[in-house]
């Protein structure tokens, strides 16, 4: 066992425990940036100017009809820039575009005394525009060979012969859809000017460390100019890791140009027409099986539809690639990935972050291909997992690749899957109009990002004199539980009692240089540079107390506020005690912590490496009812058994696990992103840019039965007291929904029937499958070939 | 403007926020209740949408209940204009509990992993407590489902709050687990007492004019004067054009409280429902006596919007996807249109003329909707939207139908989602009249109702998926109602 993953007696890591903000949340306490500008005087409010257009050449902008309104201060254009007219890293995306790029792009923002005055000013400002052919769809963007940033490819083993030597070859074609974040709390900024000209940001954004770059880069100043916080954020799911930057950026402009604090919070529609999104992708693929039903080759390519700018496009594509196995030992791959330019939203970083668009691929083609292999669908998923000492189509041993079969075997007899299959069978012989299925599907998602350079952390820890403790750390808190869990890790650490510890707000002037709150990596990161920031405070008061107590430094150990010999019959003092003895000696009280990820090595050219510290596995089942006459359906039941190491905290474990489970079901079932695709006047406009148009998973989506336990025994060795990342996994579980709604679809129709379902399957979308299914046309045949 | 029927601007207006007076203020007409709550600090209800779709900003105010004097009702203040608030008692998250006192709704919320961003959670606070405070609750229970607690909480009271991080579960369980609220409980006690009566409000700022007159009379002159005059009950719907669309109106006419439309009737031969009344208290008044419209209201919006929604509010704006249109148009209902020249009786079918349009003329109000009595024996309400709670329809279907003797004698079906107007299927009731209720039949004029109307594409269903529902929804009633003619014969 690691000293890094090793726990101490009565830890407080492991515990469940609520939220630490629970109390503050339901009280309506909790403050979120935008519950401070009450708090703040003279606030200046922000509102853009929308194209019109989804691409369209600016030829004139005249702001001087918005200063007519009454309580407009300030029009901010591209004239106004001091710095980098940017709110990228990649300089793509200009913050004040000559260009309209989509639907909804900001071309200026308006700053008023109220939001009215704002929102009035806008639409008084004057744009004239020449429209440019748009590009909507990724399949216009591929027909017409609009493509942005480096494509990649990927492989392994000799696929061709692979195909050559397989039973059963299938080809086809998959087009999947996006998906909007709708964290409730929108994206808002708060920027202040101090005397010195400071300027201080408080954004909801996952990565106060590039927010603060891009504010510096767009101002002209140097980062230590520029002070971001961030208290907490109502969500981010990914949607704030890249595209809080820009926002931040402005409301910083106007407040050095007015001198005034500025906020901009974007109301629902501006978000949803405004940020990013998940990416939807384009597929093409071919698959060959064996006799036995096992996949021997799989040749796809990917095509990311990336939107107007490359944002996290590129990183995306590479995890989707390295993510098409999902599961599944394949032993002849090859990827091909490009990212389509179109006239739409960047779109972005989404929980998964390309994985989920990744295994849809092949957990599609499994779903697909199973009836025409003869198998069902639970049958053939497991005799594809991987087993131990494989490794993936990048060259990476998937280490602990038994859990898969555990987690199977598990959620097996935990849903007493056999019975309820006899019994679904039943069920569906007796009802015409209703079909119910079980289905099941496995995870296996690598943590770490993918670029190592971002695999580290820092953390600030100060005791004070009175024994109190303060952490600060690098990591945001979206709704994640990250700060709950940094909390038991230093109160692990020090041997403390929980409310010894006090956590404060994410700023750049405490801990610099920090990485995105992302990839599920908070907690493995951060807890570990807290846990190291404690450890040297530790050793410290390790040899204050062997003082004291006459025994040897190595031998002091701190637990729940008491500090004493490794025998517990011995002299115990207080955790104060030692503290103040430490001050009184001259000892530092205080450590700034780091941490980087051992053991990771990435050739992003050739596609090959260590890019993942570990994987994390879950399996989950879920069963479903279809109405016939309708398509509409309900989720009956879902069990998962889900692996997040020995878990930090469980409360908050099982929470990722089912918040993650329905998002992803919305993902795939429900949220339905639409673009207005005809030639008409609206072109490119986002048709569905309201919860009253697209609809979220609400409490009618939620598994009637639900039940979720953690992996048992799952100790990871290298990560901080032997957990796993949780964050982003658990969404991919939401592939079982998906497919048992094609198996129950296909319940309508003769046995054998291969059911080809359009995602998100919509009740529409079901309701044309079993219509097909019914028809008892046997559904689309993929074209089986000998070749 | 400036004539008898505008009552004097007072200056002492005020709303009691969590116990506390406090002044309206000189704020513009438009204003909502959830600005003008966290324009005074009070920041735990949020805005989330705007539209009243995810119930970040639900608060609780003091409305005339139905078993008790006064119940504690949970509507989206993102939505009301707070002028409509004004002599009026509210409840926000921070005026439940604090975190060292938290309400027992808080406490289970907090404990059970309840909140995650904690964004929601302050608008799910209010809609839970206001199902923790619904008279009866315990008692009224007849049923076990997932969606009712075994302590007769009613998820649906949740189906307007969205959450995007729990995935609900723990919400459901604190739900569930809440108990009786205690003897010391003092928003229990203050539901046994009349709630505050409606202030005859009159403001007027920056030109602009929210009335809340006291009496019909006074509504109907104003209507006269000022046929543009914006009428609002609950909101809901002009909300999100104020909130949306930036709709200013230079009159705003509050009439939710007027009595004269706010009467309830249950007679021998009609059912006569004020205009006024929301959709949550004519559920609760019917007591499921008119089983179309009791299968109709947990699927119309959520409850939030429900509390706040009027009949005469889902009539008057007219929209051919609204959801009380199909099932009045198949329970045969008729308005009552009142101006001051007097009332007319106008038959819901000839109401509805055009996109948006209808026979009222400017300066007339609906005043009340009739139901003519005995009821068709075999009725149904099919929505089809994509989800199950709080979805607008792609398509919504009413039927009521007589069938004696194995022959359809009367079929009356009101189709919602098809047309630029709501419409009776005229076709398909034709095809059935007089037939046997079998299979055959109902194959034949489902072909019939799939050609009814005409729908189109948009980004809530496809044209085609419309029309195959029609044809559906007809078999699925036969499916469903097959063997009840026996029992009708």
């Known amino acids: 066992m690691s000293q890094l993953s090793e726990r101490p007696q009565q830890a407080v890591v492991g515990l469940p425990l609520p939220h630490e903000s629970a109390a503050l949340h339901v009280t309506g306490k909790a403050l979120y940036t935008d519950d401070l500008v009450v708090r703040t005087r003279d606030v200046l409010h922000a509102w853009p100017v929308q194209s019109p257009h989804a691409h369209a050449e600016i030829t004139a902008l005249r702001v001087e009809r918005a200063y007519d309104v009454p309580g407009v201060v300030r029009v901010l254009t591209g004239a106004d820039v001091p710095g980098v007219n940017d709110a990228g890293v990649k300089h793509d995306e200009p913050l004040f575009p000559t260009e309209a790029m989509f639907y909804g792009h900001a071309i200026c923002w308006v700053l008023g005394e109220s939001l009215e005055a704002a929102r009035l000013g806008a639409a008084a400002v004057e744009v004239e525009y020449k429209p440019l052919p748009s590009l909507v769809t990724v399949r216009e963007a591929i027909a017409a060979g609009s493509f942005q940033g480096t494509g990649r490819h990927l492989s392994r083993g000799d696929v061709d012969e692979a195909f050559r030597d397989a039973e059963h070859v299938f080809h086809g074609e998959f087009e999947f859809a996006g998906q909007e974040h709708f964290y409730l709390e929108t994206h808002v900024a708060l920027s202040l000017v101090d005397e010195a000209g400071q300027i201080f940001v408080q954004s909801s954004t996952q990565h106060p460390s590039e927010t603060q770059e891009i504010v510096g880069h767009v101002l002209g100043v140097p980062s230590h100019e520029v002070t971001v916080q961030c208290l907490r954020m109502g969500g981010g799911f990914g949607g704030k890791e890249m595209q809080p930057h820009g926002f931040a950026a402005i409301a910083a402009l106007g407040a050095t140009l007015t001198g005034r604090p500025v906020r901009l919070r974007l109301n629902r529609t501006q978000d949803m027409t405004m940020s990013g999104k998940r990416h939807g992708f384009h597929s093409e693929w071919r698959a060959g099986f064996d006799g036995e039903g096992h996949l021997v080759a799989l040749d796809a390519t990917l095509t990311a539809d990336g939107g107007w700018s490359l944002d996290l496009s590129e990183p995306v594509l590479a995890r989707a690639m390295c993510h098409l196995d999902n599961a599944y030992w394949i032993p002849n791959v090859r990827v091909d990935g490009r990212i389509a330019k179109t006239n739409k939203t960047s779109q972005t970083a989404f929980r998964g972050f390309g994985g989920p668009q990744g295994m849809i691929v092949v957990e599609d083609i499994l779903g697909r291909c199973a009836p025409l292999l003869g198998y069902d669908g639970i049958e053939l998923r497991r005799r594809n997992l991987y087993r131990l000492n494989d490794t993936t189509p990048y060259g990476q041993p998937v280490r602990h690749a038994d859990r898969l079969e555990s987690c199977w075997s598990q959620v097996s007899e935990n849903g007493d899957v056999v019975r309820r299959r006899a019994e679904i069978e039943r069920f569906n012989a007796e009802h015409p109009h209703r079909k119910r299925a079980l289905a099941m599907t496995p995870v296996k998602f690598g943590i770490s990002f993918n670029l190592t350079a971002f695999n580290q952390a820092g953390a600030l820890v100060h005791v004070y004199k009175d024994g109190s403790v303060l952490i600060n750390h690098g990591g945001t808190e979206m709704g994640q539980g990250l700060h709950t869990k940094m909390l038991q890790v230093a109160a692990t650490t020090l041997g403390v009692p929980l409310a010894r510890v006090r956590l404060a707000p994410t700023r750049t002037d405490k801990v610099p240089n920090t990485s995105a709150t992302a990839a599920s990596s908070g907690a493995d990161l951060n807890g570990a540079a807290i846990k190291n920031a404690c450890e040297q405070i530790r050793e410290r008061l390790e040899q204050v107390a062997g003082g004291r107590l006459g025994i040897s430094p190595r031998d002091v150990r701190f637990v729940d506020g008491s500090v004493r010999g490794l025998t517990f019959d011995g002299e115990s003092l207080r955790w104060e005690e030692v503290v103040h003895d430490a001050y009184m000696q001259r000892v530092q009280l205080w450590a700034a912590g780091f941490y980087r990820t051992e053991g990771l090595h990435w050739d992003a050219n050739a596609m090959r490496g260590e890019p993942f510290k570990y994987f994390a596995y879950g399996v989950a089942a879920a069963e479903v009812e279809v109405d016939g006459f309708s398509g509409a359906y309900t989720l009956r039941r879902v069990d998962i058994v889900h692996d997040v190491g020995d878990s930090l905290s469980p409360l908050i474990d099982v929470g990722q696990i089912e918040g993650g489970f329905v998002q992803g079901a919305g993902w795939l079932t429900l949220e339905d992103l639409r673009w207005d695709e005809s030639d008409g006047p609206h072109r490119g406009r986002l048709a569905t840019q309201a919860a009253s148009t697209y609809k979220l998973p609400s409490f009618s989506e939620m598994p009637a039965e639900f039940n979720v336990r953690l992996l048992e025994k799952a100790h990871e060795d290298g990560a901080v007291y032997g957990s796993k990342a949780v964050g982003e996994p658990p969404l991919m579980l939401a592939f079982s929904v998906r497919e048992a709604l094609r198996q129950a679809a296909a319940a309508f129709g003769p046995s054998g029937t291969s059911v080809d379902l359009p995602s998100p399957a919509t009740p529409e979308a079901v309701y044309w499958a079993l219509e097909q299914a019914r028809s008892s046309v046997r559904v689309e045949q993929l074209e089986a070939s000998g070749v | ?489």
């Not at chain 2, 046929?227 to 109106?249: H, L, M, W, Y």
């Not at chain 2, 109902?442 to 044209?463: F, I, K, L, N, Q």
């Open chain 2, 1 to 489: 403007m400036s004539t008898t029927i505008h009552p004097e601007p007072q200056l002492d207006r005020s709303i009691t926020v969590n116990g506390s007076p406090t002044a309206l203020g000189n704020v513009a007409v438009h204003t909502t209740a959830l600005d003008w709550l966290r324009d005074r600090g009070l920041t735990g209800a949020k805005e989330g949408c705007a539209e009243g779709e995810c119930g970040a900003c639900s608060v609780l105010v003091a409305r005339p209940g139905t078993d008790t004097p006064t119940e504690w009702t949970a509507v989206n203040a993102c939505l009301l204009p707070v002028a409509s608030l004004d002599g009026q008692e509210v409840i926000t998250s921070e005026g439940l509990g604090s975190p060292a006192d938290l309400h027992p709704v808080q406490q289970e919320l907090a404990v059970r992993g309840g909140s995650q961003c904690g964004f929601c959670t302050p608008g799910f606070v209010c809609s839970m407590a206001a199902e923790f405070y619904r008279s009866g609750r315990t008692t009224a229970n007849g049923h076990r489902d997932h969606e009712h607690g075994p302590n007769g909480f009613d998820l649906h009271a949740l189906s307007g709050n969205l959450c995007r991080c729990t995935g609900y579960r723990p919400i459901r369980d604190a739900a569930y687990a809440l108990g009786e609220p205690t003897a010391d409980d003092a928003l229990a006690a203050r539901r046994l007492a009349p709630p505050p009566p409606p202030a005859a409000t009159a403001m007027e700022v920056d030109g602009a004019e929210f009335l809340r007159p006291a009496e019909l009379d006074d509504v109907l002159e104003l209507l006269a004067e000022s046929p543009e005059a914006q009428i609002v009950a609950g909101s809901t719907d002009v909300g999100v054009e104020v909130n949306i669309r930036g709709v200013r109106k230079p009159l705003i006419v509050a009439i939710d409280r007027l009595s004269a439309l706010r009467e309830f009737d249950f007679g021998p031969d009609e059912v006569r429902i004020g205009a006024a009344m929301t959709l949550s208290e004519i559920e609760r008044l019917l007591k499921g006596r008119v089983p179309l419209l009791a299968q109709l209201f947990p699927q119309f919006a959520s409850r939030l919007i429900r509390n706040g929604a009027t009949i005469g509010g889902n009539l008057g704006t007219a929209s051919p996807i609204g959801d009380t249109p199909p099932a009045l148009l198949a329970l045969e209902a008729s308005l009552v249109l009142a101006s001051r020249r007097g009332e007319r009786v106008v038959p819901l079918a000839d109401y509805f003329t055009g996109y948006r349009q209808t026979s009222k003329a400017p300066d007339e109000l609906i005043r009340s909707v009739l139901i003519p009595l005995p009821l068709e024996p075999l009725t149904a309400f099919h929505k089809i939207a994509k989800r199950r709670f709080d979805d607008i329809s792609s398509v919504a279907v009413g039927y009521a139908v007589d069938v004696e003797d194995g022959v359809v004698r009367r079929a009356r079906i009101g189709l919602g989602g098809v047309a630029a107007t709501p419409l009776r299927a005229r076709a398909t009731e034709d095809a059935l009249i007089g037939r046997p209720w079998t299979e055959r039949t109902v194959r034949e004029a489902a072909a019939v109702m799939a050609a009814e109307g005409t729908p189109m594409d948009d980004h809530r269903a496809s044209a085609s998926y419309r029309s195959a529902m029609l044809g559906q929804s007809l078999l699925r009633f036969y499916a469903e109602n097959a063997s009840r003619e026996e029992a009708s014969a």
